[in-house]
């Protein structure tokens, strides 16, 4: 059996149910002026990590690997938003409303896209996903077993918000979650480091976490 090295043990790999899962690479994480800057954030700890969420995208291209692509987005009428999410918090722009980069978070909006670096091509599956999960509310789950998918790498933002929910959704689905450390970031450094910790912990009770390098390595032979 081929191993990935990781924590907090080797992972498993079998690179026929092998997918990356790359969660909510858009501009209204990653720029200014949009959904991520009016929740009050540095926006600059996100864009840090696209050359490494781009080698993994291009290493997995190059094993003829599958890519899954999520965006936290929302329909134009608002019908998928729930109210408590729409209203929660003091942020300077709310979902739907109109920003620098058209409107916040909505579904064909220039800043629900994601960075250009890092754009899905042909053949590669794009969820939207109106929660933090990429299960809730979309076809991820029938996707993935239409394709016999039964690991993920999961690289993208943030670490402890969509990255960890939607690992947290696949575990208890059954599908082994491998996180690439260095291909995730949050908007604060503590919550990135926690995530980690808490989601290898107590024998992988989420999944594994491993370097970007570690995992392209082992696909190079996929
Ligand atoms: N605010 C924050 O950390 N994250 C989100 O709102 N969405 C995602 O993580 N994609």
New binding site residues.
Partial sequence: MDKIKAEPFSFPVKHDQLALVV??M?RD?AEPGG??AS?G?DVSRITRIVPDVKRLIEGFRNAGLPIIH?M?CHRPDLSDLPPAKRDRGNPTLRIGDIGPMGRVLISGEPGTAILPELAPVEGEVVIEKPG?GAFYATKLGEVLQQRGIKQLVFA????????Q?TMREANDRGYECLLAEEATE??FAE?KAAAIAMIRAQGAIVGWTAHVDDILESISHA
């Fill in positions: 969660i909510d858009q994480f959904f991520g929740l954030n999520t936290e933090k993208g933002v943030t670490t402890e918000v969509c990255v929910t949050s908007y919550f």
